[in-house]
T-cell receptor
Framework: AQTVTQSQPEMSVQEAETVTLSCTYDTSESDYYLFWYKQPPSRQMILVIRQEAYKQQNATENRFSVNFQKAAKSFSLKISDSQLGDAAMYFCAYRSAFTGNQFYFGTGTSLTVIP | DTGVSQDPRHKITKRGQNVTFRCDPISEHNRLYWYRQTLGQGPEFLTYFQNEAQLEKSRLLSDRFSAERPKGSFSTLEIQRTEQGDSAMYLC?????????????FGSGTQLSVL
């Protein structure tokens, strides 16, 4: 099974500043999909951003962008102009393009936004 | 509310009792997933349905767990003879199948406490 590693259990950022959350994964597959999900204190997880492995261009969604390094198997999330509403648990997830339908999640990073 | 709904939000039970959780996915979604999340961990895959067919089941899922999705609509997850190790948040997610670009919509979860 694929493994997803988030090495930062907790991160904090000043409001309006930029923060980067790290994610690495282990796979032998050539094609796959990567996701960042956000889980606010209300517990409902929502999709933040997603990336296809065969696309070299990094995905961007408003203030959220990723740095996808396929060779290094790294998929970090950058949040620019951090807002109080960004405070949440952030989970990195992997899904194979070939085998099964499982999403493999990391252990999460708890982001605190300091006013 | 047209999102994924789960019932109940909280369940406290005694060891050895049976419990059943319900998930109502977004109406047009044909895929439905069950995940389990313990404190400090990311969601762990349990099982997956495409319409009414249960297509994949985690090898970690013991025989005490069973899930159904009659008529491809709502789904139930039953745990028989609960154990303290079953205490966790049980998350349901649904999606509309597409090649790889599958976006999961999560419910708020059912928090199970086994005493």
């Amino acid at each position: 099974a694929q493994t997803v590693t988030q090495s930062q259990p907790e991160m904090s950022v000043q409001e309006a500043e930029t923060v980067t959350l790290s994610c690495t994964y282990d796979t032998s597959e050539s094609d796959y999909y990567l996701f960042w999900y956000k889980q606010p204190p209300s517990r409902q997880m929502i999709l933040v951003i997603r990336q296809e492995a065969y696309k070299q261009q990094n995905a961007t969604e408003n203030r959220f962008s990723v740095n996808f390094q396929k060779a290094a198997k790294s998929f970090s999330l950058k949040i620019s102009d951090s807002q109080l509403g960004d405070a949440a648990m952030y989970f990195c997830a992997y899904r194979s393009a070939f085998t099964g339908n499982q999403f493999y999640f990391g252990t999460g990073t708890s982001l605190t936004v300091i006013p | 509310d047209t999102g994924v709904s789960q019932d109940p939000r909280h369940k406290i039970t005694k060891r050895g009792q049976n419990v059943t959780f319900r998930c109502d996915p977004i109406s047009e979604h044909n895929r439905l997933y069950w995940y389990r999340q313990t404190l400090g961990q990311g969601p762990e895959f349990l099982t997956y349905f495409q319409n009414e067919a249960q297509l994949e089941k985690s090898r970690l899922l013991s025989d005490r767990f069973s899930a159904e999705r009659p008529k491809g609509s709502f789904s139930t997850l039953e745990i028989q003879r609960t154990e303290q190790g079953d205490s966790a948040m049980y998350l349901c997610a649904s999606s509309l199948s597409s090649t790889g670009w599958e976006k999961l919509f999560f419910g708020s979860g059912t928090q199970l406490s086994v005493l």
